[in-house]
């Protein structure tokens, strides 16, 4: 094998199969001699493959670890369940590796060959995942496609649906992808608004890159984590919840809880109005989500602020209705 870059490759391919090779026997594969092959492995040595290399008549050589990650090859099998695994853990937000899973999905489905993205989707689209939680999903692929972008520097083009459902397309100049529990946002400079903007990635579909880059701006805030955990601390469409729940103020607290998407007691937080009721007062970053809580409940509750969550109840109550057609 004359083309030494082909041969560096095989040669790589065979040491990163967890066994110690002789001398000979790489030779014999790569039909070179044994001086070749050492040479070879002094080049892999200076791209920062780590190989070890044993005494012996023939002298042994195998991949060990190192100081830092080198590129790995993978064969077809390999690929397909790599791409599988991170497509699972970027999808279901498994703590601690979701950011880092979506940057290697990028970077795999990048160089993946079309039969093996077609092996790949055949896969993902025969199974179903059972989700712990009531978390939004989200889709791999769009994440994939908007840590590209946010990569790249490249302007976005999506659909977006708002909170209280209303379908928008959106320009952005995407900064940082941000996962908050099961939660993904996308933080970027909207064109059409002149504002920076928080999205959530599950109510964002049809994400392309333009191909047009662009040069970034300054965030206003020290980075992007901090930019939404301040945009998640603020009341937003209404300020304060306040409801009557007409079950006691102990059972309310169990489904209520601080921290639960942004749920914040705000003064006296559910206070007993008597045994069998209460007045919950709070401030919520999602409408929708307190809502939910509220029907949850399965008891009767009144509110009285915001009008936007009364209106949101409004529009449940009619789609529960058209839902389940006239009484028999």
């Known amino acids: 094998m004359s083309d030494t870059p082909a041969r560096l490759l095989n040669l790589l391919s065979l040491l990163q199969t967890p066994r110690e090779w002789p001398g000979s026997e790489l030779a014999e594969r790569l039909g070179v001699s044994a001086r070749t092959i050492r ?23 195998r991949l060990v670890a190192g100081t830092a990650m080198p590129p790995l090859l993978l064969d077809d099998e390999e690929a397909v369940a790599i791409a599988v695994g991170l497509r699972a853990a970027a999808g279901h937000a498994v703590v601690g590796i979701e950011e880092a899973s979506v940057r290697a999905l990028g970077k795999l489905l990048q160089v993946l060959p079309g039969r093996l993205r077609h092996r790949v989707g055949t896969l993902n689209s025969a199974t179903v995942p059972l989700l712990s939680g009531d978390g939004p999903t ?9 840590a590209g972008a946010v990569t790249t ?4 083009r999506f659909a977006y649906r708002a909170y209280d459902g209303t379908p928008t397309r959106r320009l952005v100049e995407p900064e940082r992808l941000v996962s908050v529990g ?3 946002y996308l933080v970027g400079y909207d064109l059409d608004r002149e504002d920076w903007r928080l999205f959530r990635v599950d109510r964002l579909s049809e994400p392309f890159a333009t191909g047009a880059r662009f040069t970034p701006r300054p965030l206003p805030a020290e980075d ?19 409801a009557t729940v007409h079950a006691p103020a102990e ?7 601080p921290g639960d998407s942004g749920f914040e007691p705000d003064g006296s937080g559910i206070e007993p109005i008597d045994e069998h009721s209460c007045r919950l007062r709070s401030r919520s970053d999602s409408l929708e989500w307190t809502a939910m809580r509220l029907l ?15 209106e949101h109840l409004r529009r449940l109550a009619e789609r529960a209705a058209h839902a389940a057609g006239p009484p028999s």
């Open 296 to 310: 949850s409940l399965d008891c009767d509750f009144e509110v009285h602020e915001p009008p936007q969550l009364r």
């Open 251 to 257: 059972r309310v607290r169990q489904r209520f809880r």
């Open 138 to 146: 989200v889709d791999p692929e769009d994440l994939t496609v908007l």
């Open 182 to 184: 099961r939660r993904w």
């Open 224 to 242: 992007a984590a901090a930019y939404v955990a301040g945009k998640l601390r603020r009341p937003s469409r209404g300020g304060t919840v306040v």
């Open 39 to 61: 040479r070879d492995i002094d080049r892999l040595r200076e791209l920062g493959y780590p190989v070890q290399a044993s005494m012996g008549a023939d002298g042994g050589y």
């Open 153 to 156: 520097r490249e302007r976005l």
